[in-house]
């Protein structure tokens, strides 16, 4: 309803650090072009491991979370190419990051898809890093 037009009011967040996320951003991805709204997406890599991994611990579940930090990057990574491989020209992506090596790649994405707008927006958390 919010994200149609040329608006992308209502940015979605998304934690790589979760297993589960390759296939919900893929699944994001593919509603917004079936359904006709703007895609709005802030990439973070994670915050809440601990208690994730806690709380699935004290169920007896699986954890959720990637067992290592390479995972998590190459989750991040690979929703971000993703992701930028499929905006639409009223679309936005926030890379919420602090690691060079992912803005190194968004940055050599936006170029080869010759984005000359501001559909990828970058942005930290103080005091946060990776």
Known sequence: MY????????????QCYLKRMSQVIRHEVAASQV????????LIRGAYMNEERGLAKESNNESPVWDTIDETHACYNEAMTHVIGNLQP????????HNQATVD??????????????????GQLKAFSD
Do not use: P, W
């Open 3 to 14: 994200n149609r037009g040329e608006q992308h009011i209502i940015m979605n967040g998304y």
């Open 35 to 42: 359904l006709g709204y703007n895609l709005g997406i802030k």
């Open 90 to 97: 009223n679309s936005m992506l926030f890379v919420a990051t």
């Open 105 to 122: 790649q968004a940055k050599a994405l936006i170029r080869q898809n010759e984005f000359g707008d501001h559909r990828v927006r970058f």
